[in-house]
């Protein structure tokens, strides 16, 4: 069964730092793995989908990887504001139907 | 406005009264599904459905139910809640299963007492 696992669980940083999340998941033939943020009281937004054909996707800021032989994906936040504070999840497919989530990293960026 | 909405969004109720969450989506996906969210535990899904009249056990689905009779609505029925599902609930779409982007709803805070 999958399981994906976020470190750490939380992070804080000064605003203008370029900085990186993890997320590792156990079943290595993921096929997709999904980043999302989470507002405090908020539902999630999807921010990034990254095929494993892919390997990369980039939407203004945030670059993530996946990397399958070592069981991880990355988010990449460039010149971080305090807007990025937030929990960022990541997900992966724990079977055919079901996405598995990580517990998040909660992010606070410092102005 | 493509949207995922819920309701009722705030939820305080008591031991053994029968509720239903409902969920709705705009965007014609197929696929849908339910989550609770508890501190320490994350995000679990509890049931989901790749269309109308299919649906399938998630992670944690006992003490729950769910129906999708139309392809827009999927609502969580509490035939008898316990303080156990106290939680906050999420329902998400997507295009046609979990490989597609994920569509949230806001969320609702259920209490049981």
């Known amino acids: 069964k999958q399981e994906v696992t976020q470190i750490p669980a939380a992070l804080s940083v000064p605003e ?19 980043w999302f943020r989470q507002d405090p009281g908020k539902g999630l ?12 996707q980039t939407s203004g800021r945030l670059n993530a990887s996946l990397d399958k032989s070592s069981g991880r994906s990355t988010l990449y936040i460039a010149a971080s ?30 102005p | 406005e493509a949207q995922v909405t819920q309701n009722p969004r705030y939820l305080i109720t008591v031991t053994g009264k ?3 969450v409902t969920c709705s989506q705009n965007m014609n996906h197929e696929y849908m599904s339910w989550y609770r969210q508890d ?15 299919v649906t399938d ?11 999708r009779k ?11 809640p316990s303080p156990n599902q106290t939680s ?13 982007p994920q569509f949230f709803g806001p969320g609702t805070r259920l209490t049981v007492l």
């Open chain 2, 39 to 53: 501190p320490g535990l994350g995000l679990r899904q509890i049931y989901y459905s790749m269309n109308v009249e």
């Open chain 2, 70 to 80: 139309e392809k827009r609505n999927f609502p969580l029925i509490l035939e008898s």
């Open chain 2, 18 to 20: 029968k509720l239903t």
């Open chain 1, 81 to 110: 504001q305090p807007g990025d504070s937030a929990t960022y999840l990541c997900a992966g497919p724990g079977s055919a139907r079901q996405l598995t989530f990580g517990s998040g990293t909660q992010l606070t960026v410092l």
């Open chain 1, 45 to 56: 937004t999807s921010l990034l989908l990254i095929q494993s054909s892919q390997r990369e």
């Open chain 2, 88 to 100: 906050l609930y999420f329902c998400a779409s997507s295009f046609n299963g979990q490989a597609n």
């Open chain 1, 16 to 34: 203008g730092e370029n900085l990186v999340l993890n997320c590792s998941f156990t079943d290595s033939a993921i096929y997709n793995l999904q």
């Open chain 2, 57 to 67: 056990k998630g992670d944690v689905p006992e003490g729950y139910k769910v129906s």
